[in-house]
């Protein structure tokens, strides 16, 4: 049970940690970006506005020379003439003019950027009077700037969010260790308390057989052998929820059990209790489904939702039980008729000691705990259990197991 709180915890805290450093680290990318971008624009406009045009491109000039014996150009516009379609360009030092064919071919919107001859180069382009000029421009260090930044921010952002899980791993589990031994001593003293309440129990249930069997006072004795048989279910179940509060501390072994076979044989043993209430018993089981449990907690849980289910259903009512499969997963349902359960007691009702009927009637032979174990039982079998009821027509308890292929 603490190990999932620390584990939600820890997720929590990643999650909110890892997306606010997010949104920094993404906001510093993002005004970093929009700057360069503006730097390069304004670079661009500059160029466009002080470039002179006065060399023809010729397209049958041979390559140039060796770019490694020439300095490379940052920048350089190229007009084009609406009526000739000739180019003539404008750059700061002597330039390729192939280099330049392949830049303007490389155009094709009005603003833009493209890697040639693995150089980032931005463009932008105007109409004139004259015609429609293309500055570009050389932005490789711009564009490894940005680069370098994405890449220092995601390494930031893996390396904050490792240390938050750790520290976050550490708080919690210091957080949690107070309220973990207190439930430890809690625990310890409902398992103490109740192996103490066991012999006591134990002998007077002894005495109170041997004192029936001379027929003296039977019927007060009877009431005694009554409340010593309900102290020792309550203790029994007691010590039950004790040992099975910790999941990691189960050591019942799993096996492969057939859900329908186990079902139906204890459909066979209860069908004389919901005769006798005049309840009938509705099923439908499929065959063959089997699931990973332990086969006395299986037997234990059908148990209580069927005693429960008898418990809750009116004389003439019906109780239905099915056996399927739906998603790749075994499902069994109990369904029966009755008063059903009030909505605001649905999330509560699987609660120890927890009863709908709040006056807490001291007859009755139910203390709260078989919802409880039933879930204990699921949780700890990886199966789940939940509840669904309408007031004044049904409740049903669905409980989702996995398919076994044993």
């Given at each position: 049970m603490f190990k999932k709180l620390i584990k939600r915890m820890l997720i929590l805290n990643v999650v909110i940690i890892s997306s606010f450093l997010f949104i920094v680290l993404g906001t510093l990318y993002t005004l970093s970006y929009v700057d360069i971008n503006a730097r390069i624009q304004d670079d661009l406009d500059k160029i466009l506005e002080f470039s002179v045009v006065d060399e023809p491109v010729d397209p049958?000039?041979?390559p140039g020379l060796d770019p490694f014996n020439l300095e490379r150009t940052v920048s350089f516009v190229v007009f084009i003439d609406p009526v000739t379609n000739e180019l003539t360009y404008d750059a700061?030092?002597?330039?390729?003019l192939d280099f330049i064919d392949s830049a303007y071919e490389l155009v094709d919107d009005n603003h833009g950027d493209f890697q040639l001859d693995e150089i980032?180069?931005?463009?932008?382009?105007?109409?004139?009077?004259d015609g429609t000029k293309i500055a570009f421009l050389d932005t490789t260090n711009e564009q490894g700037i940005l680069d370098s930044s994405l890449i220092r921010y995601i390494v930031i952002f893996v390396i904050s969010t490792g240390l938050t899980a750790l520290i976050s791993w550490f708080l919690t589990r210091k957080a949690v260790q107070p309220v973990k031994e207190s439930f430890d001593k809690q625990k310890q003293f409902i398992s103490d308390a109740s192996h103490e309440l066991k012999t006591p129990l134990t002998i007077m249930n002894t005495n109170v057989d041997i004192l029936l069997a001379e027929q003296k006072n039977?019927?007060?004795?009877?009431?005694?052998k009554s409340e010593v048989t309900r102290m020792t279910k309550l203790t029994h179940d007691l010590l039950y929820l004790a040992s099975v509060s910790e999941t990691d501390q189960i050591n019942m072994a799993k096996s492969s059990v057939d859900v329908s076979e186990a079902v139906e044989s204890i459909m066979l043993g209860m069908e004389a209790l919901a005769f006798e209430k005049e309840v009938e018993l509705i099923y439908d089981i499929k065959t063959d489904k089997k699931t990973e449990f332990n086969s006395e907690e299986f037997h234990q849980l059908i148990m209580i939702?069927?005693?429960?289910?008898?418990?809750?259903?009116?004389k003439?009512?019906?109780?239905?039980?099915?056996?399927?499969?739906?998603?790749?997963h075994t499902y069994l349902s109990i369904k029966n008729t009755g008063t059903g359960i009030d909505p605001k007691d649905l999330d509560r009702i699987f609660d120890r000691f927890y009863k709908t009927d709040k006056s807490r009637v001291y007859t009755s032979n139910?203390?709260?705990?078989?919802l409880s174990i039933a879930q204990s039982i699921c949780e700890h079998n990886d199966?789940?259990?939940?509840?669904?009821?309408?007031?004044?027509?049904?409740?049903?308890?669905?409980?989702?197991?996995?398919i076994s292929h044993k």
């Amino acid at each position: 049970m603490f190990k999932k709180l620390i584990k939600r915890m820890l997720i929590l805290n990643v999650v909110i940690i890892s997306s606010f450093l997010f949104i920094v680290l993404g906001t510093l990318y993002t005004l970093s970006y929009v700057d360069i971008n503006a730097r390069i624009q304004d670079d661009l406009d500059k160029i466009l506005e002080f470039s002179v045009v006065d060399e023809p491109v010729d397209p049958l000039r041979p390559p140039g020379l060796d770019p490694f014996n020439l300095e490379r150009t940052v920048s350089f516009v190229v007009f084009i003439d609406p009526v000739t379609n000739e180019l003539t360009y404008d750059a700061q030092f002597t330039t390729d003019l192939d280099f330049i064919d392949s830049a303007y071919e490389l155009v094709d919107d009005n603003h833009g950027d493209f890697q040639l001859d693995e150089i980032t180069w931005s463009y932008k382009s105007v109409e004139t009077p004259d015609g429609t000029k293309i500055a570009f421009l050389d932005t490789t260090n711009e564009q490894g700037i940005l680069d370098s930044s994405l890449i220092r921010y995601i390494v930031i952002f893996v390396i904050s969010t490792g240390l938050t899980a750790l520290i976050s791993w550490f708080l919690t589990r210091k957080a949690v260790q107070p309220v973990k031994e207190s439930f430890d001593k809690q625990k310890q003293f409902i398992s103490d308390a109740s192996h103490e309440l066991k012999t006591p129990l134990t002998i007077m249930n002894t005495n109170v057989d041997i004192l029936l069997a001379e027929q003296k006072n039977s019927k007060w004795l009877k009431y005694i052998k009554s409340e010593v048989t309900r102290m020792t279910k309550l203790t029994h179940d007691l010590l039950y929820l004790a040992s099975v509060s910790e999941t990691d501390q189960i050591n019942m072994a799993k096996s492969s059990v057939d859900v329908s076979e186990a079902v139906e044989s204890i459909m066979l043993g209860m069908e004389a209790l919901a005769f006798e209430k005049e309840v009938e018993l509705i099923y439908d089981i499929k065959t063959d489904k089997k699931t990973e449990f332990n086969s006395e907690e299986f037997h234990q849980l059908i148990m209580i939702l069927l005693d429960n289910a008898i418990k809750y259903t009116p004389k003439k009512g019906h109780i239905n039980l099915n056996v399927y499969e739906k998603n790749k997963h075994t499902y069994l349902s109990i369904k029966n008729t009755g008063t059903g359960i009030d909505p605001k007691d649905l999330d509560r009702i699987f609660d120890r000691f927890y009863k709908t009927d709040k006056s807490r009637v001291y007859t009755s032979n139910s203390f709260g705990l078989g919802l409880s174990i039933a879930q204990s039982i699921c949780e700890h079998n990886d199966a789940r259990i939940t509840c669904d009821s309408k007031l004044n027509e049904y409740t049903e308890f669905e409980i989702k197991l996995k398919i076994s292929h044993k």
